[in-house]
T-cell receptor
Framework: TQLLEQSPQFLSIQEGENLTVYCNSS?????LQWYRQEPGEGPVLLVT?????EVKKLKRLTFQFGDARKDSSLHITAAQPGDTGLYLC???????????FGQGTRLTINP | GAVVSQHPSWVICKSGTSVKIECRSL??????MFWYRQFPKQSLMLMAT?????????EQGVEKDKFLINHASLTLSTLTVTSAHPEDSSFYIC??????????????FGPGTRLTVT
């Protein structure tokens, strides 16, 4: 059962444009992480959001955790070719050791 | 901090042989490590959760006799693919939880191992 629905799964845009990636669930998460993965490498942790309504910024990336802690979004402003990669959201359910991963968003930024 | 390494980074083996992949936490002690499998252009699929000093917990559909996991120390977990077949070819990634940040359940990933079975 896929508990985290991530959308879109594929996105190809021009350099300089803005974009938003969404992760939605009917489950409540104690925390949610966003990772970025490049081909042939392991995912790299970008951010963790913990509190409902929390907003975190990482340069041009803005991460938001929904008020009910069931959803999250990643917004990139003025995308650059270096932002190209697979973005993964992952939710932690209270008491469970493992993370639930979304399907991933494969982002391509064209120069 | 929170660096995880994997060895080898890639391996080619013949059908029917076994191959061992190592996962190490370099600057922290990891009581819990995870093994994932990733197919091309897809997300991560959790295979098993490995706890130091105890048996691994396998996800539904993962053959425990085929994918042997050993977590004998706080810095090392190994995945052995036994009697490998071409359908076992994949990208295998391990991760570890850093107890210093465990409250938020973050996992730190190794660079992955590309396994090709011929």
């Amino acid at each position: 059962t896929q508990l985290l629905e991530q959308s879109p799964q594929f996105l190809s845009i021009q350099e300089g444009e803005n974009l938003t990636v969404y992760c939605n669930s009917s489950s409540v998460f104690s925390s949610l992480q966003w990772y970025r993965q490049e081909p042939g490498e392991g995912p790299v942790l970008l951010v963790t959001v913990v509190t409902g309504g929390e907003v975190k910024k990482l340069k041009r990336l803005t991460f938001q955790f929904g008020d009910a802690r069931k959803d999250s979004s990643l917004h990139i402003t003025a995308a650059q070719p270096g932002d190209t990669g697979l973005y993964l959201c992952a939710g932690a359910i209270q008491g469970a050791q493992k993370l639930v991963f979304g399907q991933g968003t494969r982002l391509t930024i064209n120069p | 901090g929170a660096v995880v390494s994997q060895h080898p980074s890639w391996v080619i083996c013949k059908s029917g042989t076994s191959v061992k992949i190592e996962c190490r936490s370099l600057d922290f002690q990891a009581t819990t490590m995870f093994w994932y499998r990733q197919f091309p252009k897809q997300s991560l699929m959790l295979m098993a959760t490995s706890n130091e000093g105890s048996k691994a917990t396998y996800e539904q559909g993962v053959e425990k006799d085929k994918f042997l996991i050993n977590h004998a120390s706080l810095t090392l977990s190994t995945l052995t693919v036994t009697s490998a077949h071409p359908e076992d070819s994949s990208f295998y990634i391990c991760s570890a939880r850093d107890p210093r940040t465990t409250i938020n359940y973050e996992q730190y990933f190794g660079p992955g191992t590309r396994l090709t079975v011929t």
